[in-house]
């Protein structure tokens, strides 16, 4: 089931992917299935505790467990 990534473009959001890790962040791109020959995916500006952390993730839709947006 799709869980509609466009629409989470430029939104705050907060993630659990499928190996149980929380990324909180901006999504700043989406890249539909048929652009990358698997499935949809997006790109986030994550939230960076310390600069140890990424600055960016790129998830596909099978990795996301649960989306939510934030306020």
């Not at 990534?5 to 539909?32: A, K, P």
């Not at 997006?42 to 996301?64: A, F, G, Q, Y």
């Amino acid at each position: 089931m799709s869980k509609r990534l466009w629409n989470y473009l430029r939104s705050r959001v907060r993630v659990v992917n499928s190996n149980g890790e929380i990324v909180n962040g901006l999504v700043i791109d989406f890249v539909d299935e048929m652009d990358n020959g698997e499935q949809d995916e997006i790109v986030i500006r994550v939230d960076r505790k310390n600069l140890d952390d990424p600055t960016e993730v790129s998830l596909l839709e099978s990795e996301i467990v649960s989306i939510n947006e934030l306020n």
